[in-house]
Structure formats: structure tokens, C-alpha cells
């Protein structure tokens, strides 16, 4: 699947889970140009995009992509699991988390099991690249995940029909 197709199908899923969200997190932005699509999509969203750029270079086509919607996003570089990352967002205050950072396994479970208690009850959780065979950790992660944190939490995990996105809605505390 595309990047492109993966924006279009995570736009989809977030539109028929919520029409119209007003709180997002996206975990592991890259270039910027999911969060550009997910503003560019969301007329009232506040996007939350954290990455662990290496340098302010690194993080410029993401401020550029998303320089449009300035008002509207916050952009901050540090390690996605980080205390300072996770202090930006209220738990159970998102409508919606995108975990799209490090594939390796056990750097994305990582992001899973610190960022699912900022999606409030009812909101969305999901992530990238499931299934595909140059990020074998993330499928990994979200079974382990599933089976260790998921239960009793987190409503059964789904792959969109265009395949590559999971998620998941958070159903208790």
C-alpha cells in the first residue's frame, strides 16, 4: 500500500469513527505529510505531532508541509515514549492517536502502551504499516499488545479493507 493510500484510509477510518474530531495525536510524523492531510481533512482538528527528528534540519518538511495549519498543530521533537512527550497530552483527552514511530517491535509496543491512555473512552486508536514485510515489529507489537494491555480495554483490533492500518477504540479505563 502506499503512503498515499495509508493517508486516505486513516482519513477514512477517523471520518466514519467521528466525522468531525477535535483532538489528535499523531506518533512518529516522518515529512509531515499525514498530518498535513489529517488537518488538511479536519477543519476543527488540533494535531499533536511528535518524532524523534535527529536535528531541527530533519524536522523542516514537516513544518513546511504543515505550515498551513500553524494555528492548529503542535510540533515537538523528542522520543515518542519520552515523559516530556506524554506530559503534552491529557490522558483520556484524544479523540484520536495515529502510532506511526519506530517499527521495531518493541520500540512501537513501547509507543502503544504509553499513548493508548491519552485516547478518551470511545476514541480511536491506530497505527501504520501492519503487515507489511519491511516492519515485521509492528505486527509484533500490536499482538503482543493486544494480548497484554488490549483486553478488556480496547474494543477487538481491525485491518482497513486497503490493509496496513489497524485499530482498535478504547472501551474502558
Known sequence: MSKVAQRGALIELIRDHFGQPQKGAQIGVCDGKTSEALLGSFGRLELLMIDKWNDQKACRPAIHNTSRFSSRRQIFSCP??????????????????????????????????????????????????????????????????????????????????????WWTTRVAE
Open 80 to 165: 515518542t515514549s519520552h515523559p516530556k512527550a506524554l506530559e503534552l497530552a491529557p490522558t483520556a483527552g484524544l479523540d484520536f492517536v495515529i502510532i506511526d514511530a519506530d517499527h521495531l517491535k518493541n520500540s512501537y509496543f513501547r509507543s502503544m502502551r504509553d499513548w493508548f491512555y491519552k485516547v478518551k473512552l470511545g476514541g480511536l486508536f491506530c497505527g501504520c504499516d501492519y503487515g507489511k514485510s519491511d516492519h515485521p515489529g509492528v505486527i509484533d507489537a500490536v499482538q503482543r499488545w493486544a494480548m497484554q494491555m488490549g483486553r478488556g480495554k480496547a474494543d477487538k483490533f481491525h485491518v482497513t479493507k486497503l490493509g496496513n492500518v
